[in-house]
């Protein structure tokens, strides 16, 4: 079993950037692939991006594509999501997931574990 702590959300204005982590405890992290998802109000949570679990590949959902980029530091047990050219449509609690399989994984049901989520709000 594996616990996950997000953090690095925060508000800022559109164009700029942020760095989310994803602290994991309990099982090493490289036992698994990981993956960041989103939920704005009122609407359905979403794939963001999701990592191999050696980190050698990654998936982007189109729309963060050029944008965002997701790592992982396995010897640091820490997932990590850099946002950058930040727009206010990408408002949202992001949440980090792992999930007992390999490749890249995009749909939620396979990821068995979630944090508890942080929130970004990007303002115009």
């Known amino acids: 079993q594996v616990q996950l702590v997000e953090s690095g959300g925060g508000s800022l204005q559109a164009g700029g950037s942020l760095r989310l982590s994803c602290a994991a405890s309990?099982?090493?992290?490289?036992?698994?692939?990981m993956g960041w998802f989103r939920q704005a109000p009122g609407k359905e949570r979403e794939f963001v991006a999701a990592?191999?679990?050696?980190?050698?590949?990654?998936f982007y959902a189109d729309f963060v594509k050029g944008r965002f980029t997701i790592s992982r530091d396995n010897a640091k047990n820490t997932l990590y999501l850099q946002m950058n050219s930040l727009k206010p449509e990408d408002t949202a609690v992001y949440y980090c997931?792992?999930?007992?399989?390999?490749?890249?994984?995009?749909?939620?049901?396979?990821?068995?574990?979630w944090g508890q989520g942080t929130q970004v709000t990007v303002s115009s």
């Open positions: 309990g099982r090493t992290v490289s036992s698994y692939a």
């Open positions: 997931a792992a999930a007992n399989a390999i490749g890249v994984i995009t749909t939620p049901p396979r990821y068995a574990y």
């Open positions: 990592i191999s679990r050696s980190g050698g590949s990654t």
